[in-house]
């Protein structure tokens, strides 16, 4: 028998990652700062864990300007929806294997 | 992008939670790993796409504003029909006095419901240690905001044809349609009082005459009883932790 944890995405082992990629599925796009205020992160780890997601393919980046500053803002791909309610039907099989 | 998926999974997120409270006590740390990241997940994508501070004491508030107004409002509407009666208020100028008058009024009584409103709601959001001004409250806000800036345009657009028989049926009802709109993005009992006040709006059209009244049960009354609501769900007991 095969055991669910093999199916848990690498990815979303990390807290972070796994909160950005939270907020995206059920917003459309959402900026920097709005995900650094939710998650409660600093600049620099918010961004590395970015850049992680983005390499995945797992969420895109727009960049865009409000004025003079910068605003990128973020979106979810089809590759990350479909990774992030695979990893939530994995979590969903353990607690209903465990039962 | 699939809003409609998004949500389906939004709430399996919450079933699978909701699942939790009644599992058996008997885990295994793991299995309390994974529910911990399942909560940490259901928190996140709520926190971020409502806005959970809103309190029933705005609602209760605002609802007093309103009564008040109409009070306010009735008396000056006796005033001048009394004056009317005697035959010494009917001009042109003494009718639009009147519409200034009580136009002025609802300005205030609106400025005075959203200062209440607020205050209960940073009230709210500060205790639990939440941010007030977020995406969520951004998203609310604009949601709200455009139909009933719609709606406000329309009323005065209205009163400009001296058309004052439609003014609280078309208050209800873009405030409800306004408050529906909006309830997608903050607790869901926004959405009913937004259906209370749309059919409120729609049988009114056929009381003409009885438009204040209407207006103080749909501003006042109502807003009160869902606002009590809400603080009784949402925040008994909460406030002396």
């Known amino acids: 028998m095969k055991n669910p944890i093999n199916g848990l995405n690498k990815v979303f082992d990390n807290r972070i990652r796994l909160g950005v990629m939270s907020i995206l599925v059920v917003n459309e796009q959402v900026n920097f700062n709005d995900l650094k205020q939710m998650l409660e992160v600093t600049d620099g780890n918010l961004a590395t864990h970015l850049v992680n997601l983005e390499d995945n393919g797992y969420i895109k980046v727009y960049k865009g300007f409000v004025g003079r500053k910068t605003n990128t803002t973020y979106a979810v791909t089809k590759a990350g929806e479909k990774a992030f309610t695979d990893h939530i039907s994995v979590l969903e099989n353990m607690i209903k294997g465990v039962k | 992008m699939t809003t409609k998926r998004a949500f389906t999974l939004y709430f399996k997120v919450l079933f699978m939670?909701?699942?939790?409270?009644?599992?058996?006590?008997?885990?295994?740390?793991?299995?309390?790993?994974?529910?911990?990241?399942?909560?940490?997940?259901?928190?996140?994508?709520?926190?971020?796409?409502?806005?959970?501070?809103?309190?029933?004491?705005?609602?209760?508030?605002?609802?007093?504003?309103?009564?008040?107004?109409?009070?306010?409002?009735?008396?000056?509407?006796?005033?001048?029909?009394?004056?009317?009666?005697?035959?010494?208020?009917?001009?042109?100028?003494?009718?639009?006095?009147?519409?200034?008058?009580?136009?002025?009024?609802?300005?205030?009584?609106?400025?005075?419901?959203?200062?209440?409103?607020?205050?209960?709601?940073?009230?709210?959001?500060?205790?639990?240690?939440?941010?007030?001004?977020?995406?969520?409250?951004?998203?609310?806000?604009?949601?709200?905001?455009?139909?009933?800036?719609?709606?406000?345009?329309?009323?005065?657009?209205?009163?400009?044809?001296?058309?004052?028989?439609?003014?609280?049926p078309a208050c209800l009802a873009f405030y409800g349609l306004a408050l529906v709109n909006g309830s997608k993005y903050t607790l869901s009992d926004v959405r009913y009082l937004g259906y209370s006040e749309i059919l409120l709006g729609l049988v009114s059209t056929q009381f003409i005459h009885a438009g204040l009244y209407f207006w103080a049960i749909g501003f006042g009354v109502l807003h009160i009883i869902y606002g009590a609501i809400m603080w009784w769900k949402y925040e008994r007991g909460a406030g002396s932790q």
Not at chain 2, 25 to 44: G, P, V
């Open chain 2, 17 to 168: 939670s909701e699942q939790n409270q009644h599992g058996n006590a008997a885990t295994s740390s793991r299995r309390t790993e994974t529910l911990q990241e399942i909560s940490d997940i259901k928190r996140i994508m709520e926190r971020s796409s409502r806005f959970i501070s809103l309190s029933g004491l705005s609602g209760i508030a605002a609802g007093l504003c309103a009564l008040v107004g109409a009070y306010i409002a009735n008396n000056i509407l006796k005033d001048y029909y009394i004056k009317l009666d005697r035959g010494a208020a009917e001009t042109y100028e003494s009718f639009t006095v009147l519409e200034v008058k009580l136009v002025t009024l609802g300005a205030i009584v609106l400025l005075a419901a959203l200062i209440f409103a607020f205050v209960f709601t940073w009230r709210r959001a500060r205790q639990n240690h939440l941010p007030v001004w977020d995406l969520a409250a951004r998203k609310l806000l604009w949601n709200v905001l455009f139909p009933l800036i719609a709606g406000g345009l329309f009323v005065l657009a209205m009163l400009q044809y001296d058309e004052w028989h439609f003014v609280a």
